[in-house]
């Protein structure tokens, strides 16, 4: 006479339940990771000239200006490429702007921003969050900074800021004189740039709002 054996307690089953598990997650991982490096592959001038919108875009979006606006869809706001303008006084080339973006990195690094500073959600919180820092109307035109610094543009009163922070004072925490050069600030300056165009799912939340208005200039 037969046993009638519970498809729980069979083995067999188990087994080719694991094998079917763990071969559907594997091409889940294999297309999860390929989706992963589309989205944050960075894009190149082209797609900058071409109005194709990459999450992370070309080094010469430092030529372009940028805006951060409420997206209906997505319901967070998003960074918008707009039209060219001069960066530091001139339109960088591909190979400028890339050496510019890398000098301005390291220099991040070498100076060790994240040991105060949150980008792109790593660091440490003790002073403001520099994801979006480029787009904080505090450096618009109508913001403080310009005149504070004496210069025309945002990229210059960043510039000079971060060359002489005791100069300046805007935070009860105040930064500390790093020795940034001109060149290296040029550099910081243009990293920043890049990082507020890079479209990050709305981190910070609420950027625009904290800053007191829903589209940052």
């Known amino acids: 006479m037969s046993k009638n054996v519970s498809v729980w307690s069979s083995i067999s089953f188990w087994r080719r339940s ?10 889940l991982l294999i297309w999860l990771t390929f989706d992963t490096m589309g989205q944050i592959t960075m894009g190149n001038d082209d797609d900058l000239q ?7 875009p070309a080094p010469t979006v430092i030529n372009y ?9 997505r319901g967070h706001e998003v960074p918008v ?11 960088w080339s591909v ?19 994240m040991n105060c500073h949150t980008l792109l959600g790593n660091g440490a919180y003790y002073a403001p969050d520099l994801t979006k820092a480029w787009l904080d109307p505090a450096w618009s035109a109508d913001g403080p900074m310009l005149a504070m610094t004496g210069k025309s543009t945002k990229e210059e009163a960043m510039a000079e800021f971060l060359q002489h922070p005791s100069k300046y004072p805007t935070h009860a925490r105040m930064m500390p004189d ?19 165009s890079i479209d990050t799912n709305g981190f910070p939340r609420n950027f625009g709002k904290e800053q007191g208005d829903t589209n940052a200039h």
């Open 50 to 56: 071409n109005g194709v919108t990459k999450r992370v």
């Open 178 to 196: 790093l020795g940034i050069t001109a060149t290296e600030a040029q550099g910081l300056v243009a990293f920043l740039k890049h990082m507020s």
């Open 81 to 91: 490429i707009g039209k060219k303008e001069p960066f530091f006084g001139k339109e």
């Open 18 to 27: 694991a094998a079917w598990v763990t071969g559907f997650a594997v091409v």
């Open 65 to 73: 200006h940028i805006t951060y606006e409420m997206s209906t869809k």
């Open 95 to 113: 190979q400028e702007a890339a050496g510019l973006l890398h000098l301005g990195k390291l220099t991040s690094q070498a100076k060790n921003c």
